[in-house]
């Protein structure tokens, strides 16, 4: 079993649209967690990190769930620019960093 | 401020040469890494490092050497290349707490005929 795992996708949705990802780890030791985007297999960036309160930034929403060992994003408002492969990535207090698979995202006129 | 930097950005080889990958930040992060993405795939661990002289491996390690011998780069080393190891890799580096987000070189595209 992948340490991280998440939604196969493809997620193909019009504009305006609400959409959720998800993402499964199975270390327990993880301890922190992001969402990142990727454009065309251009290096990932940055998308949000992922508190246990849980915690928004404009259209975008992640939650943590430690006891569930799961983590999502959720998308408002989708936007084309919002088109892209949405990873998850998990660190360990031991420094391993490990992605998912990613989720692909099509927002269509 | 160049932040990660990759060289080369581009390679092919024959199969059977060998290559070395260069990854260099100038943040003065702890920790290092490398990652390969195929086709339709997310990033897998090749090998880490989670400090100057320390390297461990990851998901997919086999035909793959590197060292940290200075704490700004981490080489990954091809000994005998295969058609197996085209693929985009990706360095990225992050400080020491668990907290820090990766920050990621633009990517090298490898391949091995």
């Known amino acids: 079993r992948k340490e991280v795992e998440q939604d196969p996708g493809p997620f193909n949705v019009p504009e305006g649209a609400t959409v959720a990802f998800n993402c499964t780890y199975s270390?327990?030791?993880?301890?922190?967690f992001f969402w990142y985007r990727q454009d065309c297999r251009k290096e990932p960036k940055l998308l949000m990190s992922?508190?246990?309160s849980g915690n928004e930034d404009g259209r975008f929403t992640a939650q943590l769930n430690r006891a569930s060992q799961y983590i999502s994003l959720l998308i408002r408002d989708s936007k084309l620019s919002d088109s892209a492969t949405y990873l998850c990535?998990?660190?360990?207090?031991?420094?391993?960093?490990?992605f998912g698979d990613g989720t692909t995202l099509t927002v269509k006129p | 401020n160049a932040g990660v930097t990759q060289t080369p950005k581009f390679r092919v080889l024959k199969t059977g040469q060998s290559m070395t990958l260069l990854c260099a930040q100038d943040?003065?992060?702890?920790?290092m890494y490398w990652y390969r993405q195929d086709p339709g795939m997310g990033l897998r661990l090749i090998h880490y490092?989670?400090?100057?002289?320390?390297?461990a491996k990851g998901e997919v390690p086999d035909g793959y050497n590197v060292s940290r011998l200075k704490k700004q780069n981490f080489l990954l080393g091809l000994e005998s290349a295969a058609p197996s190891q085209t693929s985009v890799y990706f360095c990225?580096?992050?400080?020491?707490?668990?907290?820090?987000?990766?920050?990621f070189g633009n990517g090298t595209r490898l391949t091995v005929t």
């Open positions: 990225a580096s992050r400080s020491g707490t668990v907290y820090s987000p990766l920050h």
């Open positions: 270390n327990s030791a993880s301890q922190s």
């Open positions: 992922v508190y246990s």
């Open positions: 990535v998990v660190n360990t207090n031991a420094g391993k960093s490990t």
């Open positions: 943040m003065n992060h702890e920790y």
């Open positions: 490092s989670v400090g100057e002289g320390t390297t």
